[in-house]
Structures are given as C-alpha cells and as structure tokens.
C-alpha cells in the first residue's frame, strides 16, 4: 500500500514538473528567504542565485505541531509524515488528537487490524464539526473497535524498546496505558523561519501569515497562500487562492476566497464532509433556522452498497431559505459535498433545491430529501 501510495504521490509530483516545463516557467530548487522587498535569495547546490521580481508569493506551507514531551523520533512516535511511510504495521495505536488527520490515520490503521485508542483533549471528536455528526461517527468508530477517550489529555510519554507508556488525564485522574507506536496529531504550525518576515514588516500570528481577503500581506507586492496562511487548512483552498494571487497579478479580476463556503472533507470510515456554519454556529450567529435530516438506511442506492450507516443534515435560515450549512457522515460525501459547495456559490434557496430533480437511484438523493425534511415535506421517511 505504501510502495503504491509513493507510486501515485510521484506521478502527480511530476505531473506538475511537466506542467512547469510545458508553460516554460523557471525552477529553482533550493531554500529562499527574502532579503529586501522585491528580492529572493536563494541558496542551491552551486551556490547563492539572487532573484528579483515586483510580485512574491509565499506558499511554503505547514508542518506537524509538536507538543514538548511528546515530540516525534519516526520510531516510537511519529508525525503524519511517519504515518504516511511507516517503518512497520502497529499492534497497539494511540493516536493524540481527533481532527481531520487524526481521525484519518486512526480510521485507517484500525481497519487494518491495529488496536486504536483516540486521546482528544475536547468534549468531542472531529470538534470542528457539527456536534450530531461528530456523535455519529463516534458511534460508528466504537462500533468498530476504537477506543475513545474525550476530555482527555496525554501528560506524559515513557518511551522504552519497542514500546510506549502513556500517562493519560482523564476525569482529574492519570492513568497508564501501553502502546507499540503513538501517532500525535495536535495541529499543525506554518514554516515562516528563516524567510525574513520580520525584517520585511510582515505581520505573523501563531506562526501563520497574517493576510486580507486576496492573500496580500500588506507588504506591497507579497502574497502568502495555503497553510502558511489563514485557515482552514485545506489543500483545495490553498489551490484555490493560487489561482485568484495569479489572476490578481495579471490584472484579471479575482474572487476572494471564504472561508465559509470551502468544503472540509474527512477520508476516514465512515467519511465526513462539511460545508458552511453548523448548527450551534448558526444559532449563535444569531439566525432563525431550519434544520433538515435524512438517513442513509432511507435510501435505496446505500442499502444497495451495503452502506446503510449515515446521515445528511442541512441548515436553513428560516426568514430567507439560505443555506446556511450542510454536514454529512456515510458513504461518498465527500463527493456529495459539492452539490451544497456549488448551492452556496449560486446562492441558492431552500425553494431552489427542493424544485430540482435528482436523479434515481443515487446517494445525491439524500440531499433532497434533508432540504425537503426541513421545511416538513420529506418524502421517503
């Protein structure tokens, strides 16, 4: 599985590399930081090569955050980049944090056979999400074997051969417990060193690139995309916002990106897909709302796959038909997601949605059916 995943991973690298060469754009591989505004230092193989250009984008990135004392050596304990190549298949797990890159690797070494334990420090897991989601999928991580541990935190790691001894906080009281591998996965942090950042009057919080709306930092001419930049941290939203620096350079005009209206998508079992404001945000917002479900079990194409576990939510404003938000757990949704993606974009009302026809027999039908059960005309439950 790793061999294969390195196989994919190097053919889109280099598919980008062709890209580069086919648009004739100069690579200069070696590390940058940025000496006086408007140049680029760069240290290769063969020595320093000085650039100069009117427009500089960041785009260095993320790295895993490190908590102290719990700090990755790619043996015992490992980062997601560990995760990613193991060194070997674990027998026990603990994985520290349940967000997105958490929840992945615990999902994915639990169905492989590895006896998992999740550590998440909030009252939930995956607690970014809509609190109805984060339950069920709960419910059907245990289901599978998982082992939960909410308010919860990992104190302590004892690292001995071969193994691992956790001392882990939970209800005012330490226990201890033993794993051959630990995977910590609290957060990530911008690589803003060694750029010449503060030098250069660029503004940097908690290590992210402070930016408005288009990327600009507020240094004339420099830009900073993806995670070196605001949340959320997604590969689709870093993409995005490379696309709009270019067309802002090029004179076009650019669409800002918001944050509300990109897409998280969780690839764990089952898989979790989110778009817009859940419903605690909505109403502490300050919206009136209406709040649509649909289960899977209704829906003849997930019996038909075997994939009868999951649910599709969507929030409404109830004074406008807005859709404020849309949260899913089950089978594909994070193919699903998209049809909500693009209802926000075209600004769509609840009257839109329930005036289309979806087609049968397909997961897409859930969608509906949750717009519909919101305004009390559901059909199939």
């Known amino acids: 599985m790793v061999k294969r995943s390195r196989g994919v991973a190097k053919q889109l690298s280099s598919g980008i590399g062709h890209l580069m060469k086919k648009n004739k754009i100069d690579v200069v591989m070696g590390e940058a930081s940025i000496p006086a505004k408007g140049k680029v230092s760069v240290k290769t193989d063969k020595g320093t090569q000085d650039l100069t250009a ?4 960041l785009a260095t990135g993320a790295r895993a955050r490190e908590l102290p004392g719990l700090e990755a050596d790619g043996d015992l304990v490992w980062t997601y980049k560990h995760a990613l190549q193991p060194v070997r298949m674990p027998k026990k ?13 615990a999902s994915f070494y639990n169905t492989l ?44 790691l004892d690292r001995g051969k071969g193994k691992v001894t956790a001392h882990i906080e939970v209800g005012g009281k330490v226990e201890k417990q033993e794993f051959d591998t630990v995977i910590s996965a609290v957060g990530i942090v911008g690589n803003v060193e060694g750029l010449g950042l503060e030098e250069l009057g660029v503004k940097v919080d908690r290590t992210h690139v402070i930016t408005d709306e288009f990327c600009r930092t507020g240094v004339d001419g420099l830009y900073a995309i993806g995670d070196i930049a605001g949340a959320p941290w997604l590969a689709h939203k870093a993409s995005h916002e ?17 944050p509300e209206s990109i897409a998280g998508c969780t690839y764990c079992q089952p898989q979790v897909a989110s778009v817009g404001y859940t419903e605690a945000k909505a109403k502490e917002l300050g919206y009136d709302i209406k709040v649509g479900r649909f289960p899977f079990i209704g829906n003849g194409k997930a019996i038909a796959l075997g994939e009868a576990e999951g649910m599709v939510k969507t929030i409404f404003d109830a004074k406008t038909g807005e859709l404020l938000g849309a949260h899913m757990v089950g089978a594909e949704v994070t193919e699903m ?18 005036n289309t026809v979806f087609p049968h027999p397909t997961l897409s039908e859930m969608m509906h059916e949750s717009v519909l059960d919101a305004y009390g005309r559901v059909i199939h439950m």
Do not use: C, W
């Open 54 to 57: 009117k427009n500089i984008v």
């Open 93 to 105: 797990l603990l994985v520290i944090g349940s967000g997105a890159i958490g929840i992945e690797f």
């Open 113 to 156: 056979g590895a006896d998992t334990t999740v550590v998440e420090v909030m009252d939930r897991v995956l607690p970014v999400e809509d609190a109805e989601i984060s339950a069920f999928a709960k419910k059907a991580f245990v289901k599978q074997g998982m082992k939960i541990m909410e308010k919860a935190m990992v104190k302590q």
């Open 242 to 258: 490379g696309v709009m620096v270019a067309e802002l350079i090029a004179g076009k005009h650019a669409h800002p990106v918001k």
């Open 337 to 354: 997601i998209q049809g909500y993606v693009v209802g926000r974009q075209l600004e769509t009302t609840e009257e839109d949605l329930m």
